[in-house]
């Protein structure tokens, strides 16, 4: 780790129970684009939050699928520029404030999206941006990043300081309707951003350090009663807490392998991404093992703190078997056979594993399209 080093806080922040009902006051007058999924409209999790624009014009944009297609982006743009929007607000998973980060920047800047993906290329301004989170999971309120899905399958992503939200909002009475499966995999994802965060070869930093440390802390000690008693609200607010934390400490110290590897299983095979990144955990953390040891075993007291007499290899150890109990005890499938995955995938999911790059650079260990191919057979 380098003693040198640059942070970014990413949003201010509002949090409590009821707070995604006073939206307005955080953004500027003017129309206002509202970026959704149809289900969450359906349940009614977005009622409290459109009352509060009584009176002011505002459009919704519902059309976001889950793994969100440039498409649904393009769409979302069109649809504020329609209404001369003057701001945006992102609310549900990270899929539609993936999409209302997008939309806002493009909003704001006018740029062809082809233009922006990759590390760095946005550099213009975004429309003000407000995103609330309905799930504990992908932190992606704290985070400059968007990723989309280009044709059929290929996931890009849009990282870029322009793409800081102004604001995030907590709201943990939006988590506690989330169907068990749901809380399990984007739960276990924010565990995986954590890890990642601590464990990453590029831009490690103290400050990451200890949010991402928090965040597991707060995340490990809470994920199981989270699926047990869901109506919980000390508990789902503990989650979001620490889901919003790694989301912080990611946006500095990036993702890596797990992330590399998870995800052309959501491209190729619609594998939810908590899910993806919970299948190819253990085994990016065994390829890890020699060189992020003692980064294992120091993470391991954050879970369980009675670790803490026993050696660094035992620690590290340890960890990764914590880690397996928990994704077995809150019912997340251990093989990517449960999802539909065979033999025969495997040198497509090694190819597409390879094309992340943003992400391997990042892995503590090199993995080479041998070693992703090995570590997706493991995980059969």
Known sequence: MSDDFTFHYGPQLVSGIGASANLAPLLPDGPVLFVTDANLRALGLTDAALSGFAGRELAVFDEVQEDPSEASALGAVELGRSIGAKAVIGFGGGSPMDVAKAAAYLLGSGEPIEDIYGVGAATGEGLPLVLVPTTAGTGSEATPISILTVGETSKKGIVAPALYADWAVLDAGLTTGLPRHVTAATGVDAMVHAIEAFTTKRLKNPVSDALAKEALRLLSANIRAACDT??????????????????????????????????????????????????????????????????????????????????????????????????????????LADVGIEAGHLDLLADEAMKQERLLVNNPVPITREDARRMYEAAL
Do not use: W
Request: aromatic share 6%.
């Open 230 to 335: 869901p109506n919980d609200l000390a508990v789902r607010d503990a989650m979001l807490r620490g889901s919003y934390l790694a989301g912080v400490a990611f946006a500095n110290a990036p993702c890596a392998g797990v992330h590399a590897l998870a995800y052309p299983l959501g491209g190729h095979f619609h594998v939810p991404h908590g899910l993806s990144n919970a299948l190819m955990l253990p085994h990016v953390l065994a390829h890890n093992m020699p060189v992020a040891r003692e980064m294992y075993a120091e993470l391991a007291v954050e879970i369980a703190p009675d670790l803490a007499s026993l050696g660094t290899q035992a620690r590290a150890q340890c960890f990764v078997e914590a880690l397996v109990s928990i994704a077995a005890d809150i019912g997340l499938s251990p093989k």
